[in-house]
């Protein structure tokens, strides 16, 4: 699926509805990952704070660029949000002491991934779910649903 969002309220819009799908959609057996991948400024972190917000998530994301990592719980539901980022990373191994094999086991997380290409092959097949961002003019930004 592709969808042009034309400004960062849309974005945000088209991460709420995916967050109400995800939360109509569980349990899972495992984690569900977001793998959002795209240059520098294609609305990554844009997503990612609607999708909190769609979860119902009060506090303000903002990208974990330097803390890597950063957790937000669903209130009312026994779910969380892990927000990670992988631009700085620089080895798979970082990744993994960060627990995030342990993230990954645990049906009650949901892990929103920035520059999840950079670790693409570790990810699972079957609860990922990939997302392309591209420019596509000054406030217009293309999604590309797996
Ligand atoms: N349609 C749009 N969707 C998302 N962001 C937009 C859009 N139009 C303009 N912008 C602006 O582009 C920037 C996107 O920044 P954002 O941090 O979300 O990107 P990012 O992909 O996370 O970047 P980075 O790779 O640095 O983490 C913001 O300043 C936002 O206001
Ligand atoms: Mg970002």
């Known amino acids: 699926m592709e969808i042009v969002a034309k400004n960062p309220k849309e974005t945000q819009r088209v991460a709420e509805a995916l967050a109400q799908e995800i939360l109509v ?13 795209g240059e520098l400024g294609s609305g990554k972190t844009s997503f990612v704070q609607g999708l909190a917000k769609g979860l119902g998530i ?8 330097f803390l890597l990592l950063k957790q937000y719980g669903v209130p009312g539901r026994e779910i969380f949000l892990t927000h990670l980022d992988c631009y700085r990373l620089n080895s798979f191994e970082d990744l993994e002491s960060l627990g ?33 961002f591209e420019h596509a003019g000054e406030k217009s930004r293309k999604i590309k649903i797996q």
């Open 58 to 65: 009060r506090a303000k994301v903002k990208s974990p660029s």
């Open 100 to 132: 995030f094999s342990d993230l990954l086991a645990d049906p009650k997380n949901i892990v929103a991934l920035e520059w999840a290409e950079k670790v693409k092959k570790y990810l699972p097949k079957n609860n990922t779910l990939f997302l392309k």
């Open 25 to 37: 959609g569980r349990p899972q057996k495992r984690a569900l990952v977001l793998a959002l991948s």
